[in-house]
């Protein structure tokens, strides 16, 4: 067995040879206290030499605290190169922190997922993905401590053992090795020796969409030392490299004691920025304008395509498949000088009566976001919803609710009418302010929730066409108006449609029939749809033209003056919606700018959503909508 401080050298050298840029920073910083990270790639180590990889990747108990040492030699050599420059201070803790990305360390055997960690992966490099569910406090931590021999004077380190919670149990006989030991039993601690450092304990779970059947997610604690405290918070997706190792769990009376894992996080990496993992090829880029070019003369033929592609198992219902792709796109935030921030995210609620296709959308759109969580009205409580606190290890600390944890994506509520009352007040604020404030157990803080609300709730009884909204669905004024579409479905009896709607469900069942061509022209699939949406997303900011406001501002108005019906929906917050909807479906369309077309088709949505409206007929009810063949010659603005 070779001594591990032979190695100090050559991981030095690299260190120095590659990596002298961060060197150069670290050592002009002016603080000497603080930990530095110094990030290396294991793919180019590897590369370089891989022998330090092996043994790295082997045995990382033993050799990361070698290259920690060889990266304050490293420091040392920089320092001595940069002595003309007076700003060069000597640190004492520098760690390097391994980034294997890109490395054949991303296999299955060293990657695995939470719910497959065993004993097998103890002692190596181990590398895992989740998303934190839970971030405590950060506590101070004893690192190391000096005892002397009260026989032979020497003095030597003790280290706290992780597994047995951080206690330090010393030596039953002098450790120091000489030709003669010693065997003195008396130790006395030598004054100003103890190195503290940082310390937090996360709780990482394995993200719900690469689960197997029947499978619960797991979870996994995590330790962060260092600069790596504080760097994610509850509801981020994580990669966490580091060594698994086990704690055994509190001493509780008549419980058995065991181990419980625990990775001590070597390197913590978000992916919230990577979050978007729709690769968009040129090539993908390159069809959406095709496409567009070849509807040139007639867009919103092309739009009907792109709709038809969204929940294809559900016949018609042109109306909520186009509030569903307005919603899951969304406008563009806006914040002023003072930093007030408008949302541009949409929130859609869908009012019918049973087997009118509620959650088979809610489903789909949660398909097509790509970070959505569905939930129930009566399953989730407040807590369930937002944050809650909880008592862990005696200390409270903050869990993240559906809401926070759908930040940045879509958040579904199916059975919106049956969540209990004190549960729709936290509600108010996630969709207007889009934040979360909370006071509980002596924590007060705000959470972000940039989150797109899509619920679905049954009328109460039948559904009354002259009563306003708010008392058919039991939901209160305030609530309805943060909804910027709400679209009615009832089952009228209607002897036309129901026959078309029963051949369109029988020829679904027909083996054999569909195509899977990849003709856009026809009828997207899933993948594309999710990228299109994506796509627009991120590269279009569309601005209102003067004609489209001219539309919007004079129906605004109209809908004011006419607000005797239904005032609960007639607020600023309608203007706000119709803005926000206009510039969704000018990026539907494929451009930058908001046309009176836009325009016209945000209000055709809010007039869908009024219950009696003077502009769309067969009185607001969605479900009867179908594709026209000839869109474009039956706009409005045809001329």
């Not at 919103?300 to 509030?323: D, E, H, S, W």
């Not at 949409?346 to 976001?369: E, M, N, W, Y």
């Not at 239904?566 to 206009?582: D, G, Y």
């Amino acid at each position: 067995m070779e001594d591990p401080a032979n190695w100090k050298k050559p991981m030095a050298s690299y260190l120095v040879r590659y990596h002298s840029d961060q060197l150069r920073s670290i050592t002009s910083s002016p603080d000497s206290n603080l930990h530095f990270p110094l990030y290396v790639d294991f793919a180019e180590l590897m590369e370089d030499d891989p022998r330090i990889a092996r043994l790295l990747f082997a045995q990382p108990n033993t050799y990361l605290q070698v290259f920690d040492d060889a990266a304050l030699w490293a420091h040392k050599i920089i320092l001595e190169d940069m002595a003309d420059d007076k700003n060069g201070i000597e640190k004492k803790f520098i760690h390097v922190r391994i980034n294997v990305s890109g490395s054949p360390l991303e296999c299955p055997e060293t990657f695995p997922s939470i719910g497959r960690v065993r004993v097998q992966h103890r002692g190596i490099l181990l590398t895992l993905k989740g998303i934190v569910i839970r971030s405590g406090a950060i506590k101070m931590h004893e690192g190391e401590r000096k005892y002397m021999c009260q026989k032979c004077k020497n003095s030597f380190t003790v280290y706290p053992e992780v597994e047995a919670r951080n206690s330090i149990s010393l030596p039953s006989i002098c450790p120091i090795q000489k030709s003669k030991p010693c065997g003195g039993t008396k130790f006395q601690y030598v004054e100003n020796t103890i190195v503290c450092h940082d310390y937090q304990e996360i709780k990482v779970q394995e993200s719900t969409q690469v689960l197997g059947v029947g499978a619960i997610p797991r979870s996994i604690l995590v330790i962060l030392k260092d600069d790596l405290v504080d760097v994610v918070k509850a509801g981020d997706d994580v990669i966490v490299t580091g060594l698994l190792t086990a704690k055994w769990s509190p001493e509780l009376k008549d419980v058995r004691c065991d181990l419980d894992p625990v990775l001590i996080a070597n390197n913590v990496r978000r992916i919230n920025e990577l979050k978007s993992e729709i690769d968009i090829s040129d090539d993908i880029v390159m069809k959406f304008k095709q496409f567009w070019v070849h509807f040139k003369d007639a867009p919103l033929k092309g739009r009907n395509a792109i709709l038809r592609g969204i929940c294809p198992q559900i016949f018609g219902l042109f109306t909520v498949k186009l509030a569903v792709a307005l919603t899951l796109i969304g406008g563009v935030q806006h914040v002023d000088a003072s930093g007030t921030r408008v949302r541009g995210e949409s929130h859609l609620l869908l009012v019918g009566d049973p087997g009118t296709g509620k959650s088979q959308f809610l489903k789909f759109a949660a398909k097509l976001s790509n970070r959505s969580v569905i939930t129930t009205g009566l399953g989730s409580t407040s807590a369930g919803l937002t944050v809650t606190a909880v008592k862990d290890g005696g200390e409270w600390m903050l869990e993240a609710g559906a809401l926070v944890l759908a930040d940045g994506g879509l958040c579904c509520i199916d059975e919106f009418d049956s969540m209990r009352e004190h549960d729709r007040a936290t509600i108010h604020e996630a969709m207007e302010q889009q934040t979360i404030s909370v006071a509980k157990a002596g924590l007060v803080t705000t959470l972000s929730t940039r989150t797109t609300v899509f619920g679905a709730t049954n009328p109460k009884g039948q559904y009354d066409p002259d009563q306003p909204l708010s008392v058919n669905t039991t939901l209160s004024g305030p609530l309805l108006s943060r909804f910027d579409i709400v679209l009615v479905l009832l089952d009228t009896k209607n002897p036309e449609w129901d026959a078309v709607v029963s051949s369109h469900i029988l020829s679904e069942a027909e083996p054999d029939r569909t195509n899977n061509d990849e003709d856009l022209a026809n009828i997207w699939p899933l993948s594309t749809l999710k990228r299109y949406i994506h796509y627009v997303k991120e590269t279009f900011r569309p601005v209102l033209t003067r004609e489209a406001e001219i539309v919007i501002s004079s129906y605004y108005q109209l809908q004011r003056k006419s607000a005797t019906h239904n005032a609960a929906r007639t607020t600023v917050r309608m203007l706000e919606s119709l803005i926000r909807l206009a510039q969704a479906h000018a990026r539907l369309m494929f451009r930058n700018e908001v046309t009176r077309l836009d325009a016209i088709t945000a209000i055709l949505c809010i007039e869908s959503s009024m219950t009696t409206s003077a502009i769309v007929d067969s009185i607001g009810n969605a479900l009867h909508s179908n594709f026209t063949d000839n869109p474009d010659q039956e706009c409005i603005l045809a001329k």
